[in-house]
């Protein structure tokens, strides 16, 4: 059985930061364009459009650094590309086919840190207001521009969601 769909995360690939102990990783600004390594995304992503696999890094939001581990992903027909500053980078927007931004709010992005990475309510909040909502403001907002589709109420919006659906099966037939 052939996999049709897979799925790179830019999360993964925040930067590697063994010199610093988990104090200082916790204070840097993981939501500006360079805290990630992008150039060995656009690199995993040209090798599986060449049909190869790769070894994804595996990021540990708890202890805010990218772990020893790595997820093997196998080339497919259809590569989905998952993270909020994707647009920001004209690299790697030239490697994608179809651009979509899925527009949430930011209540849910803050529930979203707390429930599924494992952090307190108190840093997520810290964070938003030290990093996540200006950089949101400069990056993110700006790079919708870039988008194909942009999708209201994030996953909520059935129509939206039916719609991609309906391009993505066309497209792996």
């Given at each position: 059985f052939a996999v049709r769909v897979s799925v790179v995360y830019h999360d993964a690939y925040y930067r590697a930061h063994p010199e610093l102990n988990y104090e200082q990783r916790?204070?840097?600004?993981?939501?500006?364009?360079?805290s990630f390594e992008t150039e060995l995304m656009i690199e995993h992503l040209k090798r599986?459009?060449?049909?190869e696999a790769i070894d994804c890094p595996v990021y540990d939001y708890s202890d805010h650094n990218r772990?020893?581990?790595?997820?093997?992903?196998?080339?497919?027909?259809?590569?989905?590309v998952e993270g909020i500053l994707v647009f920001a980078d004209r690299r790697l927007r030239e490697l994608m086919d179809i651009k979509i931004f899925v527009d949430t709010d930011a209540d849910e992005r803050i529930l979203r840190d707390t429930r599924e990475r494992g952090r307190s309510v108190e840093s997520v909040v810290n964070q938003y207001r030290r990093t996540v909502k200006p950089m949101h403001e400069q990056f993110v907002e700006p790079s919708k521009r870039f988008a194909?589709?942009?999708?209201?109420?994030?996953g909520y919006n059935l129509v939206a969601l039916d719609m991609?659906?309906?391009?993505?099966?066309d497209h792996l037939s």
């Open positions: 916790s204070q840097l600004n993981y939501d500006h364009p360079d599986l459009k060449d049909g772990s020893d581990k790595t997820v093997r992903i196998e080339p497919a027909p259809v590569i989905v194909d589709i942009i999708v209201l109420d994030g991609i659906m309906m391009k993505i099966r």
